[in-house]
């Protein structure tokens, strides 16, 4: 009976992923999930797989409600670094379309078979009647518009030449404000000459109109300053302004300019304020994206972003220039893999990180921790859970109906935590490679994006 019921209830929750992380804060928090909770969650199943044909590590979004066939359906849409790009019906995984939106082929390491495509996150803009767009960042270096139910390009797209592809990748979301969308880059197997930042797109008028490069625009001559964060920039929905933490300049210092800093930024792309962290390691640029968040009882909204040298860093975002609020040594200062982003629980007033390694100074380590947030708007630890092999990289955290999911990395599993708790309550099995990418939890189905080329939904 109960589960006809989560059934039932899951055919009529109509709620969309239209961006990473959720939200514009970048939170990966979904506020409307009623059909998993911690209650049954023990319960979740493969429901299908569907090989894609390339490593992913995309967060899948998904749009309720696009008619197919005169049908409305919910889809969710996936990129791969071959360059395809889906989109999938999520009840079943049968794929609606596809498109090969071009990759290059850079031999580096980085994933297997040396192929880039699409890495970031498509940004969905969904009308009335289920229609609309999907915008995604191709291999190719140009950005498209296309028709959420067909695949169609939308007139006056793609845009072409956003990126030299032969240098630099998208490895974060994109995301859609208004009429502007960002498109953040960085270095292509990190190796120069390249100018990675963020560049701003004009929607209703196909164009480029802003770019921040943090290391100095191209004609300087200054290598790297990439943004690396798996979901691209974060914005202030009260305000529109930016928020971006970036990677290290190639040259001496490396956090030369806006490089290896927290920077804030007008919608426009004109720097507000910024702040360069004094870090300590081998490697202290940040391969993160700031997530926005308000604790209870906090005066300000408060920026959190992951470093590689193991700090997870807060900024009250009126006042970055002034250093950050607190740092909390969460992994290794030598292991370099402290990157992504963590995901806030307005419900629980909680933080939560996928830690990559074992604090070098401190009890923190690797796995899922969870600090909460105190009404002095300060972070301390709540509960941690180790799972998964001590290793350089895991997925950001996803929460949803008082559970948190979070991918391990080389552990090829994704977890399901209490929220509250930190007790396990299910983990998956039979994935066969690295599970890095964020997953997604909505309307009642887990999607996981791995890197044996195969797109997981996990259900009641």
């Given amino acids: ?57 995309a ?38 379309w596809h498109r090969d939106l071009g990759s290059i082929h850079k ?8 192929t880039f495509g699409v890495g970031g996150a498509g940004a969905i803009s969904q009308r009335a009647g289920g229609k609309g767009a999907i915008y995604v960042a191709g291999g190719n270096g140009n950005v498209y518009a296309l028709d959420l139910a067909t695949g169609a390009e939308k007139k006056g797209w793609p ?21 502007r969308l960002y498109v953040t880059d960085a270095g292509l197997c990190d190796i120069p000459p390249y100018h990675g930042g963020v560049t701003e797109i004009n929607v209703a008028k196909h164009r480029v109109v802003h770019r921040f490069y943090p290391a100095g625009p191209p004609k300087r001559g200054v290598s790297g300053g990439g943004v690396w964060g798996p979901g691209g920039v974060s914005i202030d929905p009260s305000n529109g302004d930016v928020y971006t933490a970036t990677g290290n300049a190639l040259k001496d210092p490396q956090n030369f300019l806006y490089s290896e800093a927290m920077v804030k930024l007008t919608p426009s792309l004109h720097v507000l304020s910024y702040e360069r962290p004094p870090l300590t390691g081998q490697d202290v640029d940040f391969g993160a994206t700031p997530v926005l968040f308000k604790p209870a009882g906090c005066s300000s909204t408060l920026a959190a972003a ?5 700090v997870l860093v807060t900024y009250r975002i009126n006042k970055i220039a002034g250093g950050p609020l607190q740092r909390l040594q969460l992994a290794s200062v030598s292991r370099g893999g402290f990157v992504g982003a963590p995901a806030w629980d307005p419900q629980d007033n909680t933080l939560y990180v996928g830690d990559s390694s074992n604090s070098s100074d401190g009890p923190y380590k690797h796995g899922m921790v969870a600090l909460k947030a ?18 350089e990289i895991v997925s950001p955290p996803t929460v949803a109906g008082g559970v948190v999911y ?52 996990f259900g009641l």
Avoid at 76 to 81: A, I, K, L, P, Q
Avoid at 378 to 389: F, I
């Fill in 1 to 57: 009976m109960l589960a006809v019921v989560a059934h039932a209830a899951a055919q009529h929750q109509r709620v969309s992923w239209a961006t990473y992380g959720f939200d514009l804060e970048r939170t990966g928090f979904n506020p409307h999930e009623r059909t998993v909770r911690v209650s049954n969650a023990s319960r979740l199943h493969k429901l299908w797989s569907r090989s894609l044909g390339g490593v992913m590590i």
């Fill in 59 to 96: 967060q899948p979004v998904e749009a309720a409600g696009v008619k197919i066939h005169g049908t409305p359906t919910k889809v969710v849409y996936e990129g791969t670094e071959h360059g395809g790009f889906y989109a999938l019906r999520a009840s079943n995984g049968h794929v609606i």
């Fill in 107 to 114: 031999q580096c390491n980085f994933f297997p078979g040396d």
């Fill in 159 to 179: 845009v072409k030449g956003i990126f030299n592809p032969h240098h630099l990748q998208v490895y974060g979301g994109l995301t859609l404000w208004k009429n």
């Fill in 306 to 310: 992951e470093n590689k040298s193991g």
């Fill in 374 to 391: 105190g009404h002095n708007c300060r972070l301390s630890l709540r509960w941690q859970h180790t799972v998964g092999p001590r290793i």
């Fill in 406 to 457: 979070f991918g391990d990395g080389q552990g090829n599993r994704e977890y399901a935590f209490n929220a509250t708790s930190g007790k396990v309550l299910w983990h998956s099995s039979g994935i066969k490679n690295r599970v890095d990418g964020a997953a997604s939890m909505v309307n009642g189905k887990l999607f996981v994006p791995t890197w044996d080329h195969r797109l997981y939904a």
